[in-house]
């Protein structure tokens, strides 16, 4: 099961949180859940590149609240908040003109990903950006793997690359790992993340320090 399970909804609950919170009923709920998802695709499809995160929502009867955790604010943020005033403005008409639910009160918070080497999206994103930029895909999942565990606060990461690599005629599976990634232990901090690059769909793992003992250091030295 360990392969089956979405390591991030496995461990709901436990270490993570959801990334929609709000409650609803009947009718609401739909409208409520139909507004995250293509918020969600608009944002992922227009930040594309500024090394995205999370997006997470919460929201009641009266307000909405976005939370953008991103490696790159600065790029969002703009000179002076023009970018992040832009974006709020972009998001508000998206909105508007799909008539999907939005609380009077609105407000969109960016945050950074203060260690971009341990967050699973942000890495997929580096090697997508890689492979967009025609480098050997080997050299690609080779030096992100070494960035990655040079952080300290990172146990093992896995990186999976599936398609025509390399422009060849025949899809073929390349896979990499170093460290350890326990699945099933669910107080494990392993993080996941899933990006295309072109047609080449990329899969991460990340297994992080946080929730294990300090015997487990030991393990990495």
Request: aromatic content about 10%; overall charge positive; hydrophobic content about 35%.
């Given at each position: 099961m360990t392969h089956i399970v979405h390591p991030y909804s496995h461990r709901l609950g436990?270490?993570?949180?959801?990334?929609?919170?709000?409650?609803?009923?009947?009718?609401?709920?739909?409208?409520f859940l139909k507004g995250d998802i293509m918020l969600r695709e608009y944002l992922e499809k227009k930040l594309?590149?500024?090394?995205?995160?999370?997006?997470?929502?919460?929201?009641?009867?009266?307000?909405?609240?976005?939370?953008?955790?991103?490696?790159?604010?600065?790029?969002?943020?703009?000179?002076?908040?023009?970018?992040?005033e832009k974006l709020r403005n972009d998001i508000l008409k998206f909105m508007t003109k799909r008539k999907l639910p939005l609380g009077k009160d609105f407000k969109m918070d960016i945050e950074e990903i203060r260690s971009p080497e341990s967050n699973a999206a942000v890495v997929a994103d580096m090697v997508a950006e890689g492979l967009e930029k025609r480098m050997p895909f080997r050299r690609v999942i080779k030096q992100t793997i070494d960035k990655v565990?040079?952080?300290?606060?990172?146990?093992?990461?896995?990186?999976?690359?599936g398609g025509r690599l390399g422009g060849a005629e025949m899809a073929r599976n390349e896979e990499l790992k170093k460290g350890r990634i326990p699945l099933q232990t669910l107080r494990a901090d392993v993080d996941?993340?899933?990006?295309?690059?072109?047609?080449?769909?990329?899969?991460?793992?990340?297994?992080?320090?946080?929730?294990?003992?300090?015997?487990?250091?030991?393990?990495?030295?």
């Open positions: 436990i270490i993570r949180d959801w990334k929609s919170r709000w409650f609803s009923v009947d009718k609401k709920y739909r409208e594309r590149g500024f090394y995205v995160g999370s997006i997470e929502i919460e929201r009641n009867e009266k307000s909405f609240r976005l939370i953008i955790k991103t490696a790159r604010p600065g790029m969002i943020i703009g000179r002076s908040g023009d970018g992040a565990m040079a952080n300290r606060d990172v146990k093992g990461v896995k990186i999976f690359l996941f993340a899933r990006e295309k690059a072109n047609v080449i769909p990329k899969k991460s793992k990340i297994q992080k320090i946080s929730h294990e003992t300090g015997a487990s250091r030991q393990d990495r030295q």
